[in-house]
Structure formats: structure tokens, C-alpha cells
């Protein structure tokens, strides 16, 4: 099997003598790359390097980085109406954007509001779930559960969401957040046995939300894949136990399907690959296949009534000035549509059928384990060198350093290749990774 192993120069050398105008979405560092052109799923960067993107960018380049149907409609949008003033109206493509997403959704969603991106997907649904229980006379069901160890974006509200340590740092969240653990997690430090955790965890849910007192608590957000949890998939009838303990306290359902929407868990959507249809979608990364920035939140029927009269035009302000911008919604529009007409959902079953048995023996044959559904994959590294830390950069840097991007963090790394990636692509993917695993094990015996 032939691999790509990328030239040895000094990436140093390709960056401005000068950065300290520019600030990072992450800490620049010596393996911080300057990208200058991409075609397929392969990446160059400043120094005349080669890299072989296996995450999507960030599970959003599904159609790769030279998909012309959408640079095409973003094209033609741009020289018709590249902006529109949105106190005083929208565009077609907007308009034709919500009927897209609404069609594609599980039945029972009946609107689509568009923003930027998934923080303010997510910013939005919080207000939402609100702003329904106060129409109905519930004014004081305002608090919101979310997962220990969820991630579900950077703004306040959703920062405050997102149950992990590292964000403590920017002080207390919002008030009215309460946590609760994940399956996967009572798994990992309590030892229940996956075909306890599910049940258990939906009855832990139902515990706090008496707990806290079901006249005071609005909704749950929660990722039925959680990504950094190195992909911890929720268990079977976990998903429908908690729908029904919300049904029976008048909690609202928010499924996070940042990551798992747009044909990633094989559906459209996870809500569909699981068979439950949350009351709110959050959806965003895919969406417009990395063209443009762009992310919806999608609400039920019941949720749409108190933003305006029952099968007519609902309004939600305050809103952003970019939100359903012509360009963003013009991208979006190219990408669902192409996502509807062009077959992707056979090719992505296809891709995971050669993807899937490959990467778990791999994995298997470095003392991990996988999860996997679609095109999402992630690899359990515990036991693959026991006793080192960090094992997920590592295996992440020794990928990068071959010319292959992944994620890795604490003890997982995650893949999800775009829906393009060839059978020839995996292979290379595969073979680079298998290098890295072995060259961590090795490391850490």
C-alpha cells in the first residue's frame, strides 16, 4: 500500500514574519499550518506540502473543496444579489433554502430559521425553547439541560452548555444550565454495562428534571453522537426513553446535529438514522458543504405556532445582520439539493460498507475499538499504549506529520471522510493512520 508522506520543510518558513495582527481560532504552534489551495480532498499548504483531509475540514467539506455545482450557484448569486437588507425583507434563495431543509427533515418539522453558524443554531434554540413555554402560559420553565462533556459552541449561551472543565475558564455560564451525564460516560466511570447505560441514563434524566422541578425546566440539548467523546453513539431506545420522559414533563427535545446532520450518519439526519424526531434541530457544518458560513435551526410544528399564525409566515427576532444572507443561502441551497438529486445517500451506505470492517480491524489490531455510524468514526485508543498521555494528539500529530488531518484529543481520534473520498483515498487514509498507531504504541511501551 503506497502512502503520502509530505515533503520535510520547515513550515516556519512559509508563514509573515509578523502575526501578532491576526488571532487564532486555535494556539499557533509549530504544526499550525498556512493553507493556500485545496481540489478533492486534499489540502497545500504555504510550503508546498500535501495533506490528505480525512475530517472534512471539520465535518463540513462533504463535497470536497472543488465541487462545482455550489461554487457555481455562490457564483451566480454574487454578480445577482451578493446582499440583501434584512429589516426590510429576504431573498429567493433563502425563501427556497427553508423549503429544502424542511423537506429533507423528519416529519413534523414544518420551518427553518437560517443563521451563521452552529453557536448561534444553537443560541437560537435556547430561545426558542423559552419563548414557546412563555406563549403557553409557562413562563417559568426557562432552565436548560445539556450533557457533561457535550460541546456545543463558543458563544455565552452555548458555551454554558457545553459541560466541560476547560471552559470554566471563562468564569460561571449562563444561569438556569443544568448538566447531566451521558451513557457513555456511566460506562466510562461508573463500569455500567452499555446495555444498562441507556436506560439508566434516561431515568437520571428524568430524576433531575423532578429534581429541579418540571414547572421550571424548558428543554434538553443534546448530541445523539457525541464528538468529544471520541464519537460515543447514543445506545439502542436510549434516544426514544428520552423523548418520552420529555413528553411526560412538558421538556422540550433540542437534538445538536452540527456534526451528525447532511447525510453524515448515513440519514439526512441522526434523528432519522435513530428513529426520533426531537421538537428542535440544530444543524449547521454540511450545510453548505464548507462554502459558505451557514446553519439552521429547524423546529416542530407546535414550536413554529408561537413565532406567528399556523401555517403562515413565522417571524424570530432579534436576529443577525447576516442571517439568510443571498451567498450563504445560495451555497446551502446547491449543497441540500445536491445532497437530495445526486445520490449521496447510496454512496455514503457504499463508502461506509469498505470503510467500516477496514478501519475496526485496524483499530482491533492496535488494541482500540471503534464507533461508527455513516461516515463518522471514532477510535477508542485505551489500551493502544498503556499508560501514555495525550494519546489522541499524539496519533493526530504523527498522522499530520504524514500528510493526513484528523482529530485526536485525550484518548480518541475521529475521522469523517467527505462523501467524495474514493475507495483508493480510504486505503491511503488507512495506511497513514496505521503508521501513526504504531508509531504511538511503539512509543508508549
Not at 451513557?183 to 439508566?200: Q, R
Not at 433540542?254 to 447525510?263: A, L, N, Q, S
Not at 444543524?283 to 439552521?296: C, E, F, T
Not at 437530495?340 to 467500516?356: D, M, N, P, S, W
Request: hydrophobic fraction near 45%.
Amino acid at each position: 500500500m503506497t502512502t503520502t508522506t509530505t515533503t520535510p520543510a520547515d513550515p516556519a518558513s512559509s508563514w509573515p514574519d509578523d502575526l501578532s495582527a491576526f488571532c487564532f481560532e486555535v494556539p499557533h504552534s509549530a504544526e499550525s499550518l498556512l493553507f493556500e489551495s485545496a481540489k478533492g480532498i486534499r489540502l497545500s499548504d504555504a510550503a508546498g506540502r500535501s495533506y490528505l483531509d480525512a475530517l472534512s475540514g471539520v465535518f463540513v467539506t462533504c463535497f470536497g473543496y472543488d465541487c462545482e455545482p455550489i461554487v457555481g450557484a455562490v457564483t451566480r448569486q454574487l454578480r445577482t444579489l451578493p446582499f440583501n437588507p434584512p429589516l426590510h425583507g429576504t431573498n429567493r434563495a433563502a425563501l427556497e433554502l427553508a423549503r429544502a431543509l424542511v423537506d429533507l427533515a423528519p416529519p413534523g418539522i414544518t420551518a427553518a430559521k437560517l443563521v451563521n453558524g452552529g453557536s448561534e443554531a444553537v443560541e437560537a434554540a435556547m430561545r426558542l425553547a423559552r419563548l414557546h413555554h412563555r406563549a403557553r402560559g409557562n413562563p417559568g420553565k426557562v432552565k436548560i439541560l445539556s450533557y457533561y462533556h457535550g460541546y456545543h459552541g463558543a458563544t455565552f449561551g452555548s458555551l454554558s452548555l457545553t459541560g466541560r472543565p476547560d471552559v470554566t475558564r471563562f468564569g460561571p455560564g449562563l444561569p438556569g444550565v443544568v448538566h447531566v451525564w451521558p451513557p457513555d460516560c456511566l460506562e466510562s466511570f461508573w463500569d455500567v454495562p452499555p446495555e444498562k447505560s441507556g436506560a439508566l441514563a434516561a431515568s437520571m434524566i428524568e430524576r433531575t428534571i423532578e429534581a429541579e422541578g418540571p414547572d421550571s425546566v424548558a428543554a434538553i440539548v443534546m448530541e445523539p453522537v457525541i464528538h468529544l467523546r471520541g464519537m460515543a453513539i447514543a445506545p439502542a431506545d436510549y434516544l426514544a426513553r428520552v423523548r418520552e420522559v420529555c413528553d411526560r414533563h412538558g421538556v422540550l427535545l433540542v437534538f445538536d446535529e452540527i456534526v451528525t446532520g447532511f447525510g453524515r450518519t448515513g440519514a439526512p439526519f441522526a434523528a432519522q438514522t435513530f428513529g426520533v424526531t426531537s421538537d428542535i434541530l440544530c444543524v449547521g457544518k454540511g450545510i453548505s458543504g464548507g462554502y459558505a458560513p451557514l446553519a439552521a435551526v429547524l423546529m416542530a410544528g407546535h414550536i413554529a405556532d408561537a413565532l406567528g399564525e399556523s401555517g403562515g409566515p413565522v417571524s424570530f427576532a432579534p436576529s443577525h445582520t447576516y442571517a439568510a444572507n443571498p451567498l450563504a443561502a445560495a451555497a446551502g441551497l446547491a449543497a441540500v439539493t445536491l445532497f437530495r438529486e445526486g445520490g449521496y445517500q447510496e454512496r455514503i451506505t457504499e463508502l461506509a460498507a469498505y470503510t467500516e470492517p477496514r478501519l475496526r480491524a485496524l483499530a482491533e489490531g492496535h488494541g482500540a475499538t471503534l464507533r461508527a455510524v455513516g461516515l463518522l468514526y471514532g477510535v477508542k485508543l485505551t489500551g493502544a499504549a498503556e499508560g501514555a498521555e495525550r494519546l489522541g494528539e499524539r496519533v493526530a500529530s504523527a498522522c499530520l506529520r504524514r500528510g493526513l488531518i484528523i482529530r485526536g484529543q485525550d484518548d480518541w481520534v475521529v475521522l469523517a471522510p467527505a462523501f467524495v473520498t474514493t475507495t483508493a483515498e480510504i486505503d491511503e487514509i488507512l495506511g497513514i493512520l496505521g503508521e501513526a498507531l504504531e508509531e504511538v504504541r511503539g512509543a508508549g511501551r
